[in-house]
C-alpha cells in the first residue's frame, strides 16, 4: 500500500557530504512515522534518524549516537518526499541505506516500528 523509493546515495571521502531523498506514495495514516537505516556488510540492520508527524508526536526526530550533529532527518510540506542530509561522513557510515515507513505512536530507532521499506541506497565512504 505504500512505497518508497530512495536515491542520492554515491561514493564520497570522509568529510564530504551526501543528501539522500524518499519519494513516498500511498495513504499518508499509514505513513505518519518515517525513518533511514543502515546495514553495514556483515552487520544487522540499525535505525539511523526518525521523524514522527502523529498528532501526538508531531514532527518529533530522533537519531542514533553514531550520528547526532551530523545528519539531519527532514520532510517536505507535502508529507511526499523525506530527506537524510549527511554532512562530515565517515568511513563507518558506509552501507545500504534503506528509507521506511510505519504508523506507530512511538516512531523509535527499531524495524517493529515500521512496515513499509524501499529497496536501499548504497553510501561509500573512503578514507
Known amino acids: 500500500q505504500v512505497q518508497l523509493v530512495e536515491s542520492g546515495g554515491g561514493s564520497v571521502q570522509a568529510g564530504g557530504s551526501l543528501r539522500l531523498s524518499c519519494v513516498a506514495s500511498g495513504p499518508h495514516y499509514r505513513r505518519t512515522c518515517m525513518g533511514w537505516f543502515r546495514q553495514a556488510p556483515g552487520k544487522e540492520r540499525v535505525g539511523v534518524a526518525t521523524?514522527?508527524?502523529?498528532?501526538?508526536?508531531?514532527?518529533?526526530?530522533d537519531y542514533v549516537d553514531a550520528v547526532k550533529g551530523r545528519f539531519t532527518i527532514s520532510q517536505d510540506n507535502a508529507k511526499s518526499t523525506l530527506h537524510l542530509q549527511m554532512n562530515s561522513l565517515k568511513p563507518e557510515d558506509t552501507g545500504m541505506y534503506y528509507c521506511a515507513a510505519g504508523f506507530s505512536i512511538g516512531c523509535d530507532l527499531r524495524e517493529a516500528d515500521f512496515d513499509s521499506w524501499g529497496q536501499g541506497t548504497q553510501v561509500t565512504v573512503s578514507s
Open positions: 521523524i514522527n508527524d502523529h498528532s501526538v508526536y508531531r514532527n518529533v526526530v
